[in-house]
């Protein structure tokens, strides 16, 4: 039997506005950790070791991944440029397109994605267990701030580290292209270097590093927020970790789409 047209659209609006007031809920909580972190990031309450430490867990141990993504993006845009554009453009464009591909996008674009998973992931379901295991009450009750040592500490690690292994992800992935150039096409390094100094800018290496600041701080913030947000046990934890990497890989994206209208016009 079918609904009565008042129900299905008293429904819609009931599910609008959950939508709405949810969006509200994590803009409001995202808002208010990141003003927490900077006061306490000003007041000198964040432990340098603490960020150091995290420097560590962020870069270092994923050079790795980002090594492993970045030639693999490489080779395949060098591979896709050269069957596109050897037949019909001077061979040295494949430098450019290479060049401009890996530093513009893939490159801040694949290491934030592969930060997500590593280490967006990974943050919110430490902070999730740590929340109802209540270990997060432990340190209001003794009287310690968690967002001075959970959040700010992951958050400055981020910025600081982001763009690091993104200029490590750039050399790689030109690296990689280059040779596969030479291996698939025989374009020689110096054709290579040629076409990408060819229309090289430096607002170009601005743009990459301007997004690996900028997912540097997304990643950390959304995770720690939605690990601080846990609720109902193990099974909370799984499904707040699966909702972050969601939130984080979107977020990402959307942040991505809005980069190229205002740097690049």
């Not at 070791?49 to 867990?57: A, F, T, W």
């Amino acid at each position: 039997m079918a609904l009565p047209l008042s129900n299905v659209v008293t429904g819609w609006f009931a599910k609008i506005g959950r939508s709405y007031r949810v969006t509200l809920d994590h803009a409001g909580g995202l808002g208010k950790l990141t003003w927490d972190s900077a006061v306490a990031i000003v007041s000198l309450k964040v432990r340098f070791r603490d960020v150091l430490n995290q420097m560590y867990i962020m870069g270092i141990q994923s050079l790795p991944i980002v090594f492993v993504t970045a030639s693999l993006a490489g080779i395949v845009t060098s591979q896709q440029g050269g069957y596109q554009l050897i037949s019909s453009s001077p061979g040295y464009v494949l430098g450019t397109l290479v060049v401009q591909s890996v530093v513009l996008e893939l490159g801040p674009l694949l290491t934030a994605i592969v930060l997500v998973g590593r280490i967006g992931a990974r943050i919110t379901a430490e902070l999730g267990t740590m929340v109802v295991s209540e270990q997060i009450d432990a340190f209001k009750s003794l009287g310690r701030d968690p967002v001075a040592i959970l959040a700010a500490p992951r958050i400055v690690a981020g910025i600081l580290t982001m763009p690091l292994l993104v200029g490590f992800a750039d050399l790689v992935g030109i690296y990689a292209g280059m040779q596969m150039a030479s291996l698939d096409v025989g374009l020689a390094p110096e054709r290579f270097f040629y076409g990408a100094r060819l229309f090289w800018h430096n607002w170009d290496l601005f743009y990459g590093f301007s997004k690996s600041i900028v997912f540097g701080f997304v990643i950390p913030l959304i995770s720690v927020h939605m690990g601080l947000r846990t609720r109902g046990g193990a099974e909370g934890v799984g499904l707040q970790t699966t909702q972050a990497v969601m939130f984080m890989i979107l977020t990402i994206l959307i942040l991505d789409a809005m980069f190229p209208p205002l740097l690049l016009q």
